[in-house]
């Protein structure tokens, strides 16, 4: 073999393990990227001027998810489950559970493992999705599923987009999505393989095996998840479904926006 065939051996070998050693370093450091919680320590004290309650729910891995239970006085009108985004925990601005109570919904906050109070590892999607799922299900003992309708943020619409697919709720709706965590990272590391992807919540194959009302809102000015990529999930809705894009608007406070917070009766109604 020539120097230079062997030279140029030599290269490819270690370029190959080079990229071998990225994949492998991205695996591995992948959960970081996506997963920023806020933990609070046990007994911690939750203070709302709304009647709630702190809920547990058990589930696999000895795991234990933590909830808030906001109720109104009649609790006529049926329940919201609100999926939150991959920061913080459910010790959060009043407003998200206000929007949802003035309408006479009951409001549901799960935190994710490792956020708040929940216990466990979040070690892959099963893990995130089976939980709320579970959750989900121990909330139709309490509701009828026609009067239980689905909320998720940031992160959180592509967790509220799976449970909804696998159950039939009254509605969805969705707050700054993205067409799926494997097109985020298409678009920040394209070299990377999507089998790397831990959690690829893929919000673009849930949406087409929803049958109940779909509603998108889209931030404008969105720095997070930019709304071009986002937009995408609109060719995907079904006649009767609808998306609004909120102008000026950047990922986070969008539920102070005054065109989501003015539209939230008629959605919550199927109107």
Not at 188 to 197: E, K, T, V
């Amino acid at each position: 073999m020539s120097r230079f065939k062997k030279s140029l051996l030599n290269s490819g070998i270690t370029l190959s393990v080079l990229y071998v050693l990225i994949c492998v370093y991205f695996y591995n450091i992948q959960d970081d990227i996506l997963f920023h919680p806020t933990p609070l320590p046990e007994g911690h004290t939750y203070s709302y001027d709304f009647d709630f309650e702190e809920r547990w729910f058990e589930v696999e891995d000895e795991a234990r998810i933590h909830a808030i239970h906001a109720r109104t006085d009649d609790s006529l009108r049926g329940l919201v489950i609100f999926y939150h985004g991959n920061a913080g925990n459910n010790q959060t601005s009043p407003q998200k559970y206000e929007i949802f109570l003035e309408e006479g919904y009951d409001v549901l906050y799960p935190d994710y493992r490792g956020f708040g109070l929940s216990t466990g590892v979040i070690k892959n999607e099963d893990d995130l999705i089976g939980d709320m799922k579970h959750i989900y299900n121990e909330m139709t003992k309490e509701y009828e599923e026609e009067d239980i309708f689905l909320v998720g943020y940031s992160m959180g619409t592509g967790v509220a987009a799976q449970v909804a697919a696998a159950n039939d709720p009254k509605g969805l709706m969705l707050w700054t999505p993205y067409y799926s965590m494997v097109d985020m990272k298409n678009n920040s590391y394209p070299f990377l393989p999507s089998f790397l992807m831990k959690f690829p919540l893929r919000t673009d194959k849930a949406i087409p095996k929803i049958e109940e009302p779909i509603t998108i809102f889209y931030a404008g000015a969105d720095e997070i998840l930019p709304v071009e990529r986002s937009i995408k999930l609109t060719e995907l809705l079904k006649e009767e479904d609808r998306y609004f894009v909120l102008p000026e608007q950047r990922h986070g406070w969008i539920h102070n926006n005054p065109e989501l917070y003015n539209r939230i009766p008629e959605i919550l109604e199927g109107r």
